[in-house]
């Protein structure tokens, strides 16, 4: 089997010395979760009851221990629900990297079950970076910005994944377009 976008965000997360992520499963996140179970012992998930201690523990990890905490929630209601615990991290001026699933790219924009405009809702607690993974070329990037900007400004950032990019073979970014000046 060819390694997924969610297989190459557990091998980043361990290069960035992630030792667990505090979470709870759904549909919107199944192909993350699904790769965590292949990383075998690599990453302790720790599941919690509800999305909100998700939150909560990532930011108290980081409180802890000085290390970037992570939490992963589902697409809809479990997104929302990471919202106090992100804050916590906010106003306390700790790192913490929120990861949460989405729709499948094509059924955004179209009233889908549980679908919630996610880059509006974490554009207050994430405002230093929250993005969407849209390609898989686009995952290395985006997580490295993530945990650099929460490591260096000790902020909450956010990545978005699609259900549909999340299962997708992972896929090294190509080379930048070369600039082009104006003359």
């Known amino acids: 089997m060819a390694k997924t976008v969610g297989d190459f965000l557990f091998e980043r997360l361990g290069q960035w010395r992630v ?3 505090f979470g709870y499963p759904g549909d919107g996140i199944n192909g993350i979760v699904t790769a965590l179970g292949r990383a075998g012992d690599a990453i302790e998930f720790v599941q919690v009851r509800h999305e909100e201690e ?5 930011s108290g990890h980081a409180k802890l221990t ?5 939490c992963l929630a589902t697409s809809g209601p479990g997104a929302i629900h990471l919202l106090n615990g992100l804050y916590d991290a906010k106003l306390d001026r700790q790192p913490v990297v929120a990861l949460v699933g989405q729709q499948a790219r094509a059924s955004l924009g179209g009233h889908f079950q549980q679908e919630v405009d996610l880059l509006s809702l974490f554009k207050d607690v994430a405002s230093d970076f929250v ?11 985006l997580i490295d910005r993530a945990f650099r900007i929460a490591k260096a400004q000790r902020t909450v950032t956010a990545i978005i994944f699609p259900n549909d990019v999340q299962e997708s073979p992972a896929a090294e970014p190509g080379r930048p377009p070369a600039r082009q000046v104006c003359q």
């Open 19 to 21: 030792r667990r992520v």
């Open 54 to 58: 998700a939150a909560f523990m990532a």
């Open 66 to 70: 000085g290390e970037v905490g992570v």
């Open 131 to 141: 993005q969407v993974c849209s390609t898989p070329a686009q995952a290395r990037h």
